[in-house]
T-cell receptor, first 113, second 110 residues
Framework: GESVGLHLPTLSVQEGDNSIINCAYS??????FIWYKQESGKGPQFIID?????DKRQGQRVTVLLNKTVKHLSLQIAATQPGDSAVYFC????????????FGQGTRLTINP | NAGVTQTPKFQVLKTGQSMTLQCAQD?????MSWYRQDPGMGLRLIHY???????DQGEVPNGYNVSRSTTEDFPLRLLSAAPSQTSVYFC?????????FGPGTRLTVT
């Protein structure tokens, strides 16, 4: 079965607000996580990644937080824009260190004007 | 660079027909993979390849065959299509863990 999973299938936020998308994992040996964004009708696109020796990593308007104690990671999008509307997936190599990825089911982010 | 390309974009098959989904990449990536995506679900790995001449099964390989004769191409074959194979298929390539995905093929089996 899947080793990563998402807490909510949908998330609706107001334009300009911050969005937080959550993901849980089960394997304490997991050491690398990736977030992908999939816009309607397109393939997934890499957003940001984080290794287990980090608690936080920042990109442009996005931050990923990793809590290894509770096996949880989150993707935070600052000042959400209409272009952020998409399905967001967390993924991890399975087994750890392999190139094969296992994906969570995804969270659909909808932006309200 | 064109990145990862997939053809066709859409396809309708009748049960029992065969077809090949094409995937090509021009980034000289060794690793390539095929996923299927069903409504409301994430991507599930069908087959993958770590280099020319090497392929292996993923999570849902039944009903699909692959081959990797060149670094650039990684076709996915459906030998006898079934309605359960109705899905969107994505091909991806990578050198590390950042996978680059193609635009997908939407397949309907009636």
């Amino acid at each position: 079965g899947e080793s990563v999973g998402l807490h909510l299938p949908t998330l609706s936020v107001q334009e300009g607000d911050n969005s937080i998308i959550n993901c849980a994992y089960s394997n304490s040996a997991s050491d690398y996580f990736i977030w992908y964004k999939q816009e309607s009708g397109k393939g997934p696109q890499f957003i940001i990644d984080i290794r287990s020796n980090m608690d936080k990593r920042q990109g442009q308007r996005v931050t990923v937080l990793l809590n290894k104690t509770v096996k949880h990671l989150s993707l935070q999008i600052a000042a959400t824009q209409p272009g952020d509307s998409a399905v967001y997936f967390c993924a991890e190599p399975n087994p750890p260190g392999a190139q094969k990825l296992v994906f969570g089911q995804g969270t659909r982010l909808t932006i309200n004007p | 660079n064109a990145g990862v390309t997939q053809t066709p974009k859409f396809q309708v098959l009748k049960t029992g027909q065969s077809m090949t989904l094409q995937c090509a990449q021009d980034m000289n990536h060794e690793y390539m993979s095929w996923y299927r995506q069903d409504p409301g679900m994430g991507l599930r790995l069908i087959h993958y390849s770590v280099g020319a001449g090497i392929t292996d099964q993923g999570e849902v390989p039944n009903g699909y065959n692959v081959s990797r004769s060149t670094t650039e191409d990684f076709p996915l074959r459906l030998l006898s299509a079934a309605p359960s194979q109705t899905s969107v298929y994505f091909c991806a390539s990578s050198t590390g863990w950042e996978q680059y995905f193609g635009p997908g093929t939407r397949l309907t089996v009636t």
